[in-house]
């Protein structure tokens, strides 16, 4: 039986919090055309909702082994056609790195493809001590333009460069200490972290939260020499 739409990606709103949920876990949660929209979308709820974090899980034993192939316009499936399969991905991801609040991933089994870029993307990735992540697209046949291009100031360009021409898989310990994801959990209590985490954002000022990540965002496309004399508005 075929699942409906919304129920692919399950969303709800939770006072602050806006909670993504892959569900599809028959296909060890492989993003599809349709959840890539759907994963746009809810940013979009969440910043109407005016809500503080986003927080991203997944049912099942993996995050998401990537894109749905079998929609992939390059791979000869005529669902999407290559702009638009170009547009969602660009779109979902756009969508995410935009968010003024703060993005949190709940990383668990294997993050590959989309699901490694994803959680490079989010502001906060916590991952269990046995998760593995990849960027396998290369050896799959293509490269992945949009997320070398999202991925540039996370991780830099050496490291970047040998992840995504390998398309090796590394153990969560590696993950974490590349900058991939920021903390480590042990799997059994992945959750509780999690959950300890988002109440930590949300118990912030949600002003203050908003302006020290926009702030910390214009550091980043600066140079050495600019970043120390620069202050922003005097808004805080």
Same mark, same amino acid.
């Given at each position: 039986?075929?699942? @409906?739409?919304e129920? %692919?990606?399950?969303?709800?709103? /939770?006072? !602050?919090?806006?909670?993504? *949920?892959?569900?599809?876990?028959?296909?060890?949660?492989?993003?599809n055309?349709?959840?890539?929209?759907?994963?746009?979308d809810?940013?979009?709820?969440?910043?109407?909702?005016?809500?503080?974090?986003?927080?991203?899980? @997944?049912?099942?034993?993996?995050?998401?082994?990537?894109?749905?192939?079998? +929609?992939? !316009?390059r791979?000869?499936? $005529?669902?999407?056609?290559?702009?638009?399969w170009?547009?969602?991905?660009? /779109?979902a991801?756009?969508?995410?790195?935009g968010f003024?609040?703060?993005?949190?991933? +709940?990383?668990?089994?294997?993050?590959?493809?989309?699901?490694a870029? &994803? *959680?490079? *993307?989010?502001?906060?990735?916590?991952?269990?001590?046995?998760?593995?992540?990849a960027?396998?697209?290369?050896?799959m046949?293509?490269?992945p333009?949009?997320?070398?291009s999202l991925?540039f100031?996370? &991780?830099? +360009?050496?490291r970047?460069k040998? %992840?995504? &021409? $390998?398309?090796?898989?590394?153990?969560?310990?590696?993950?974490?200490?590349?900058?991939?994801?920021?903390? &480590? @959990? !042990?799997?059994?209590?992945? *959750?509780a972290?999690?959950?300890?985490?988002?109440?930590?954002?949300? #118990?912030?000022?949600?002003?203050i %939260?908003?302006?020290?990540?926009?702030?910390?965002?214009?550091?980043?496309?600066?140079?050495?020499?600019?970043? !120390?004399?620069? +202050?922003g508005? #005097?808004?805080?």
């Open positions: 039986m075929t699942k @409906a739409a129920d %692919l990606l399950l969303v709800h709103h /939770d006072g !602050p919090v806006m909670n993504v *949920t892959f569900n599809r876990p028959d296909h060890r949660n492989a993003v055309g349709v959840m890539m929209r759907g994963i746009a809810a940013v979009r709820q969440a910043t109407a909702h005016d809500c503080v974090v986003i927080r991203f899980a @997944a049912s099942g034993e993996d995050f998401s082994l990537g894109r749905d192939h079998a +929609e992939s !316009p791979l000869g499936s $005529t669902i999407w056609t290559k702009d638009e170009r547009a969602m991905t660009g /779109d991801f756009g969508s995410v790195a003024g609040g703060v993005t949190v991933a +709940e990383v668990r089994g294997r993050a590959y493809g989309f699901g870029a &994803l *959680t490079t *993307t989010v502001d906060v990735a916590i991952a269990a001590d046995d998760a593995r992540l960027f396998d697209e290369v050896p046949g293509f490269a333009r949009r997320v070398m991925l100031n996370r &991780l830099g +360009e050496r970047i040998e %992840l995504v &021409l $390998t398309g090796r898989s590394v153990s969560a310990e590696e993950a974490h200490a590349i900058g991939i994801v920021t903390e &480590l @959990a !042990p799997a059994a209590s992945l *959750t972290v999690v959950d300890r985490r988002v109440a930590d954002l949300v #118990s912030h000022d949600p002003k %939260l908003r302006h020290a990540k926009w702030y910390l965002g214009e550091l980043t496309n600066m140079t050495s020499v600019e970043r !120390p004399a620069y +202050e508005p #005097s808004t805080f």
